[in-house]
């Protein structure tokens, strides 16, 4: 009689397996299928994850100067998890990211969501956050979340088309792992008191 035996794989040893089953010298060490779900699901398991209550601060301030809830744009959206939960107060949600396999690893996460129909409320844009307005018409969004990728654009370029992509009223809403600083020393003598206060 044979015996089979199973095994599961923590999110650890996952991504210990993609360290080391790719030569270091390679140009594509860090590049992951989208349809590696083992590796995936580690990734997602590491992420932050963002409470109700928090979104509940970013929808009930847009909600308290904007009573449009037609169109969401999730930046930088990684696997998904941000857009997933837009969808659920937005007609459309748009999801962008300059990596073509994290917008492959959501449009798959996303359309398997029982809670999204991505087919009709989510598309997928790939490009850099500061080229989105060659991508979208302006003044089309009412928000546009920025979930721990603004420290890694352009910043002027990227605020400048988040200002064109967003409707009059609308809002952006941009968050980090821990308490950001302002390398800038005009912002962080300026705004760095404002946000530590609000903070």
């Known amino acids: 009689m044979a015996s089979t035996a199973t095994t599961t794989t923590t999110p650890a040893a996952a991504t210990k ?3 080391y089953s790719t030569p270091k010298d390679s140009e594509d060490f860090w590049k992951v299928e989208a349809d590696d779900n083992e590796f995936w699901d580690a990734y997602i398991s590491t992420r932050p994850n963002y409470s109700q209550p928090f979104y509940k601060l970013i ?3 847009h909600s308290s100067h904007s009573s449009s809830h037609s169109l969401a744009h999730d930046v930088g959206c990684g ?7 837009l969808a659920n107060h937005y007609a459309h949600v748009i999801a962008s990211d300059t990596d073509a396999d994290h917008l492959a690893v959501a ?3 996303l359309t398997s969501a029982a809670s999204v129909n991505s087919g009709q409320v989510i598309s997928y844009t790939h490009a850099k956050a500061e080229n989105l307005a060659t991508h979208h018409p302006p003044a089309s969004a009412d928000i546009i979340a920025a979930a721990e990728c603004v420290v890694l654009m352009d910043r002027d370029a990227g605020l400048n088309s988040f200002a064109t992509l967003l409707k009059p009223g609308g809002t952006l809403a941009a968050w980090f792992y821990g308490r950001p600083t302002f390398s800038d ?10 946000l530590d206060e609000i903070m």
Do not use: I, T
Request: charged share 25%; hydrophobic share 40%.
């Open 17 to 19: 397996k993609l360290l």
């Open 59 to 61: 929808h009930d301030y």
């Open 79 to 85: 696997a998904g998890q941000v857009a997933a939960e």
């Open 107 to 109: 449009k798959a996460r």
């Open 185 to 194: 020393p005009v912002l962080r003598e300026s705004a760095q008191p404002v």
